[in-house]
């Protein structure tokens, strides 16, 4: 999963960051709350973790900002505050969760699983782009009503794209999507997986876009 990290204590974002990328998840890190809303519609995050003390625009109004702009993602509140009228502002304030520093990391990345956990379970399972279709919880994809033959690398980069159809991938966030790859996979080898599901997916009425020097772009066919 992708995590956007708000927070400007150096050390806690290098140890934090250090700890939820070990779980093969992809995470950015800002230091102010100011260009949070934007990131979150630009990209297809699934979880918010912000920090209360911020320079600038502190945690609370930017997550007003973000609830404000119809954002949904999970987030969880990440402050050294403990006061009882803390968190019920914060939980009030549409966080889904709240952790208080100092914290363990071990907890930090389980409220984490479990945050993005029940989030996906809320929303569908269903996906769909043009005549192209995949059942998340079945692991399979359709055109129409005819199944395609994916193997499972294939499958894990299919489902990270249809989830953020439309925006464009970075091919190192790609290397991350599937647990099939050792890690250190090859660019020859993320691209040989590409082009055999680019040809799979293109008679639903889909493309996958390379995007020369940003990543791969899976839209509909024009």
């Not at 918010?48 to 954002?71: M, N, P, S």
Request: aromatic fraction near 4%; charge should be negative; hydrophobic fraction near 45%.
């Amino acid at each position: 999963m992708r995590i956007l990290l708000v927070e400007d204590d150096d050390q806690l974002v290098e140890t934090t960051a250090r700890a939820l990328r070990s779980q093969g998840w992809v995470v950015d890190c800002t230091a102010r709350g100011e260009p949070v809303p934007r990131s979150l519609r630009e990209d297809a995050y699934d979880l918010l973790i912000l920090d209360i003390g911020l320079a600038g625009i502190d945690g609370f109004e930017t997550l007003r900002r973000v609830r404000a702009d119809g954002l949904a993602v999970p987030t969880l509140i990440l402050t050294a505050r403990d006061a009882v009228e803390d968190r019920v502002r914060g939980l009030e304030g549409g966080a889904d969760d709240y952790l208080v520093k100092p914290f363990a990391l071990t907890e930090l990345v389980a409220r984490a699983r479990a945050l993005v956990r029940r989030s996906q379970a809320r929303t569908s399972n269903q996906l769909q782009l043009a005549r192209l279709r995949i059942d998340q919880e079945a692991r399979r994809a359709y055109i129409e009503d005819e199944p395609l033959a994916l193997s499972a690398r294939e499958w894990d980069v299919l489902g990270f794209l249809m989830a953020r159809a439309g925006k464009v991938v970075p091919k190192e966030h790609i290397a991350l999507a599937s647990n099939a790859w050792d890690q250190g996979v090859s660019d020859n080898a993320i691209e040989v997986c590409l082009s055999r599901l680019r040809a799979k997916i293109e008679p639903g009425g889909v493309q996958l876009r390379t995007v020369r020097g940003l990543g791969y772009l899976l839209e509909e066919i024009g």
